[in-house]
């Protein structure tokens, strides 16, 4: 047990070292994010004109949305996650992982979860930049078990992601080119995991098919605890079951392409 954890704490390690040398690319992307939570301020502030609130939330409260938003996608979310597994099949680099006791989806996994702690932190440094301009916007509840029950939502909601990366890089055992799968499935993450709006603006029907979706547990889901949008704490377990089973499932899902992928896999290079 010990080995193996050490095994993957050098994998995590690897992923922090390689991580930090791009530390300014993640900084100044940072600082590109902050300049999109402008735009958002001021095309939701027109939208807000003349009207008290939206769907039950204030102008403060749907700001507060869309930053706690921005930073959680840095803290969970797979950025290239699928592209770098695609290319390790490719070039044969994955071969060396078939010769030795490692698991690649956990080998993978450390280093994806590396890269989002530094991503993640990196992230507050803008953050603390613009803050003194926002600071009067924003609105958190002050329910404090939300505080605690973020957490898990959140580790769950980088699993599912990772394991969405994941299922669209085993792909390239049957496809040379992934990129139009993965074009999709951000557009439709964008969509339907909150990125454009609050999915609670939604009709309600359509909104309660959302809920039932891996998307809304990818982002929105841990955000919407934290900033109030999910109201009791019934809603919450509910969510976290749902959550839980997606991950199972793609779990499955993940295991099924590297066990069907590798009958298809040419060991050569690597």
Known sequence: MLTALTKYRHAFLLGLQSNLVYRVNFAVRGF???????????LWGAVYSGAKDIGGFSFGQTLTYFLVMLVMQFFVGAFNEDYQISEEIRNGLINQF?????????????????ARLVTGILILLPLLVTLPLLHEYITLPHDFWRIG?????????????????????MMTFWFLDI???????????????????????????VFRVAQFLPFYYQTYFPVAILTGRIHSLGEVWQGFGIQIAWVILLLGLNQLLWVRGLRRHTAVGG
Request: glycine fraction near 6%.
């Open 149 to 169: 029950l973020v957490v898990p939502a959140m580790a769950l909601s980088a699993l599912i992601q990772f394991s969405i990366a994941y299922c669209f890089g």
């Open 179 to 205: 990129q139009g799968f993965v074009i999709l499935s951000m557009a439709v993450e964008s969509l339907l995991g909150g990125q454009m709006f609050p999915l609670d603006l939604l009709p309600a029907g």
């Open 32 to 42: 590109f994010y902050m300049f999109h939570l402008v735009v958002v301020f001021i």
């Open 98 to 114: 078939l010769l030795k006791p490692i698991n690649y989806f956990l080998y993978r996994f450390s280093i994806f979860v590396a």
